[in-house]
Each structure stands twice: as structure tokens, then as C-alpha cells.
T-cell receptor, first 111, second 113 residues
Framework: GDSVTQMEGPVTLSEEAFLTINCTYT??????LFWYVQYPGEGLQLLLK?????DKGSNKGFEATYRKETTSFHLEKGSVQVSDSAVYFC??????????FGGGTRVLVKP | GAGVSQSPRYKVAKRGQDVALRCDPI?????LFWYQQALGQGPEFLTY????????KSGLPSDRFFAERPEGSVSTLKIQRTQQEDSAVYLC???????????FGQGTRLTVV
């Protein structure tokens, strides 16, 4: 079946540092790929998405590129802020519209 | 409403008790999903509705779990004879259609004691 693997956290960074969270997937067909974010005490929010190979999703300074050849969708941000502290989930959506999530990566940004 | 609303936010049940969790999706959203999120894990798919039709229930862990959406709007997830391993956050999500981005509610945290 489909699966998503993302790097385990926690990832601890200083403000203005560069953030990368690795995500790779296994799927049949051509899934859409997503990053969701969960801020402390809040629900899951869609951060960005890409629906086909080589698409780049971007939002709030975060970017991720759909790489079919490496089955990856790594999340990057050039300069993180304390407010980016959250848990980040990589996910894929199959043809049946079901989302499959990775285990989540906790990011802590220190001032 | 403005977002997906779930109730109750917290539920403590004694082992063996039946529980019902409610989800009010965003108005007009055709697709509705239920997920289970154990502590420190990613959400796991339970079931999917398109309007009132339950198109996929492959993620329901046992026949103690039952979901319905009789009028294509509000949905209820029912768990019969709760067990300790049912303790988790139950998330509901809706989308305009299945291919659009899904919006999640804040979840119901179920604790079985």
C-alpha cells in the first residue's frame, strides 16, 4: 500500500536558520502531495500542495517540489521564525482521495 | 460555519461504553473524511463519504466502529464497547470535492479508562 516516510524530530533550530524536512513516498499511480502543519493547540492546516511531477508548492515562505524520479517532496524554508514552531506532516492523496500521512516532524525554533 | 466543527472536544469513556463523535463539515463540502491520530503519530485514515454515500471504510479498525452521514452533511462516528486502544484524537476533514484540499477540524480527544 501507499506510505510516506519523513524524518523524525524534533528538529531544533535558531531563528533565521535554514529548515529542511525530508519526505519520501511509495505509491502506485500518480498521487498528489501535501504538507500539513499543526501549531500548538490547533488543528491540522494545509500548508502547501503539488499535484504533478516537477510542480512546486509554496506558502508562507515554505517550498516543496514534487520529484517523481526520487519519490520525494522535501519541505524547505530559508529563514525560520519562532512562530514556525509546529509539527509538520507530509501526506499523499491517492486516486480514491484518501490521504496517507507520514509520522510528523516536530520543529522547535529558538530565539 | 467558517470551519469544520467537531464535538465534543474531549470525551472520557469507561471501557465498554459506547461513544458518538460528531462532525459538522464546511457548508457545501461534498467530501467528508474521518481519521484517527494516536499520540505522536500521523493521522490514519478511517473512512470517506461523498455526500451521504460511504465510498471507503477500509480504515475502520473493527466492526465496533461505525460512521454515518445520512443527509450528506453532518457525520457521526460511533464506537461501540470502547477499548483502551481506542484512545486517540479523532479528526474529521471536509473538502469541496475529493480532489480539493481537505480542511480539518480540531478533533475529539477520546480517552478510554
Amino acid at each position: 500500500g501507499d506510505s510516506v516516510t519523513q524524518m523524525e524530530g524534533p528538529v531544533t533550530l535558531s531563528e533565521e536558520a535554514f529548515l529542511t524536512i525530508n519526505c519520501t513516498y511509495t505509491a502506485t499511480g500518480y498521487p498528489s502531495l501535501f504538507w500539513y502543519v499543526q501549531y500548538p493547540g490547533e488543528g491540522l492546516q494545509l500548508l502547501l500542495k503539488a499535484t504533478k511531477a516537477d510542480d512546486k508548492g509554496s506558502n508562507k515562505g515554505f517550498e516543496a517540489t514534487y520529484r517523481k524520479e526520487t519519490t520525494s517532496f522535501h519541505l524547505e524554508k530559508g529563514s525560520v521564525q519562532v512562530s514556525d514552531s509546529a509539527v509538520y506532516f507530509c501526506a499523499l492523496r491517492d486516486a480514491g482521495n484518501k490521504l496517507t500521512f507520514g509520522g510528523g516532524t516536530r520543529v522547535l525554533v529558538k530565539p | 460555519g467558517a470551519g469544520v466543527s467537531q464535538s465534543p472536544r474531549y470525551k472520557v469513556a469507561k471501557r465498554g461504553q459506547d461513544v458518538a463523535l460528531r462532525c459538522d463539515p464546511i457548508s457545501g463540502h461534498v467530501s467528508l473524511f474521518w481519521y484517527q491520530q494516536a499520540l505522536g503519530q500521523g493521522p490514519e485514515f478511517l473512512t470517506y463519504f461523498q455526500n451521504e454515500a460511504q465510498l471507503d471504510k477500509s480504515g475502520l479498525p473493527s466492526d465496533r466502529f461505525f460512521a454515518e452521514r445520512p443527509e450528506g452533511s453532518v457525520s457521526t462516528l460511533k464506537i461501540q464497547r470502547t477499548q483502551q486502544e481506542d484512545s486517540a484524537v479523532y479528526l474529521c476533514a471536509s473538502s469541496l470535492d475529493g480532489s480539493a484540499g481537505a480542511f480539518f477540524g480540531q478533533g475529539t480527544r477520546l480517552t478510554v479508562v
